[in-house]
């Protein structure tokens, strides 16, 4: 295991990952954020009561899904004790919970939930990913932490550029994400000014993947009803529109 512990040299091994693969397995191993790493070691030691007997990932979190994409999902980071835990993202979590059932009823993964890496959710033409690899305190990550971690984003959509069609962005977190992943992906200057993040934003550019907003998929979200699972539906399948997935 080579371990990446400064930001130059997360974008130097982000830059010459040959797949995705070999993408997630670099991911796995970055502790470019001193504040980050102590906080997921933290969670892991100490654990939750509910998950005691079990032993957490600990780690980044890499994507997840199709890697013929032609829709990617991207989140804001892992939370510490469903990604954190389990080593995949939105597993193990009330948001995950919402997420794959929605994908499932989108014909988009193979089953309604997802609690273990090793339970058998696949997904169809969908691959998801997050904004800062690491569970942050209070899923709050810092400015300076989310741009150590955008290479790894930028070369996760390089590797999945052939297919991708269309990007939902799950919260106003991962919007705003992805306007300098268009420009260091794609080469195209971000819209001036930026469309603002709303629940069912859409916005299309020339050569690059179509962009949707939609309400994170958090507890805050879900219980209070600012997000429903119609709402959600509704977001996949225009995705799935434009993406081109029957």
């Not at 569970?135 to 990550?141: I, L, M, Q, V």
């Not at 805050?220 to 434009?242: E, H, S, Y």
Request: proline share 8%; glycine share 8%.
């Amino acid at each position: 295991m080579v371990e990446f512990r400064t930001p130059e040299e997360v974008v130097e091994r982000a830059a010459r990952a040959t797949d995705l693969a070999d993408l997630d397995s670099a991911v796995s191993d970055c502790f470019a954020c001193p504040r980050l790493v102590d906080w997921r070691e933290e969670v892991a030691r100490t654990r939750r009561a509910a998950f005691r007997d079990q032993r957490y990932w600990g780690r980044p979190v890499p994507g997840f899904g199709d890697p013929d994409a032609r829709i990617a999902i991207l989140g804001l980071a892992p939370a510490a004790h469903g990604g954190n835990r389990t080593g995949r993202i939105f597993t193990g979590d009330r948001s995950g919970d919402v997420l794959f059932a929605a994908l499932h009823r989108a014909g988009l993964a193979n089953q309604p939930t997802s609690v273990a890496i090793d339970d058998g959710l696949t997904l169809r033409d969908t691959r998801i990913f997050a904004g800062v690899r690491c569970a942050p305190p209070e899923n709050k990550p810092t400015p300076q932490e989310r741009d150590n971690c955008a290479p790894w984003l930028r070369r996760e959509v390089t590797l999945i550029r052939p297919t991708l069609r269309v990007v939902v962005a799950l919260g106003a977190f991962a919007w705003a994400a992805w306007w300098p992943t268009l420009r260091q992906v794609y080469g195209l200057r971000p819209p001036s000014p930026r469309p603002a993040f709303t629940h069912g934003a859409h916005w299309s550019g020339t050569a690059a993947p179509d962009l949707l907003g939609s309400y994170h998929v958090s507890q805050q979200n879900t219980f209070t009803g600012r997000l429903t699972p119609g709402m959600l539906d509704d977001v996949f399948a225009r995705a799935k529109q434009l993406a081109g997935v029957d």
